[in-house]
Every structure is written in C-alpha cells, then in structure tokens.
C-alpha cells in the first residue's frame, strides 16, 4: 500500500508563500492526489485536487492563490500556497485516492500569522 509524507508546513507571514510537498512510497501515476486541510475546531475540507490525467479543482477559497502539481517520476505532489491568509492555518493532509484505495499522510502544520 501506498503511504504518504508531507513535508514544508511551517509558519508564515500573512500574503506569504508556502510550499508543501507529498511523497508517495510508490508509483502513483493512476491515483487522485489531493490536499486537504483542518483547522482547530473545523472539519477537514478539500483544498485541491489534481486527477491521473493532470485536471485540477480546487476550493473557492484558495483558487487563484494555491497551485496543485504532480511529478509522477519522482512519486511526489505539491502545493503552492500564495498570498497566505490566517485563515489558512491548519493541518494539510495528503490523500491518495484509486478505485476503492486511499490512504492519507500524517499531516503538516501550516500557521499563518497576522
């Protein structure tokens, strides 16, 4: 089974710039990546996701600032994040998503301050 580590959470000044990275233990060209987030007292919410074929979405709130990407040679996902807000303070999580699979990674803690 695929498992999966993020990495590059940290803290941030607000209308600063963060990039998380998601590597994958295998191959995983035919899976769905996606980011998702939880802030304290909140339920986990979409924030993009990128399919097999490269077709992205992304939530309403981070759309023109955060850019999901892939590089399936290196088994790794990636999220730019641009002109953080507090608001988007929160643990981001990976998923990995394939017919009835999906995993998720342990989390990264992204803090943005005023």
């Known amino acids: 089974q695929v498992q999966l580590v993020e990495s590059g959470g940290g803290l941030v000044q607000a209308g600063g710039s963060l990039r998380l990275s998601c590597a994958a233990s295998?191959?995983?060209?035919?899976?769905?990546m996606g980011w998702y987030r939880q802030a304290p007292g909140k339920e986990r919410e979409l924030v993009a996701v990128i399919t097999s074929r490269g077709n992205t979405n992304y939530a309403d709130s981070v759309k023109g600032r955060f850019t999901v990407s892939r590089d399936n040679a290196k088994n790794t996902v990636y999220l730019q994040m641009n002109s953080l807000k507090p608001e988007d303070t929160a643990v981001y999580y990976c998923?990995?998503?394939?017919?009835?699979?999906?995993?998720w990674g342990q989390g990264a803690l992204v803090t943005v301050s005023l």
């Open positions: 295998r191959s995983i060209p035919n899976y769905a």
């Open positions: 998923n990995a998503r394939f017919a009835t699979l999906e995993r």
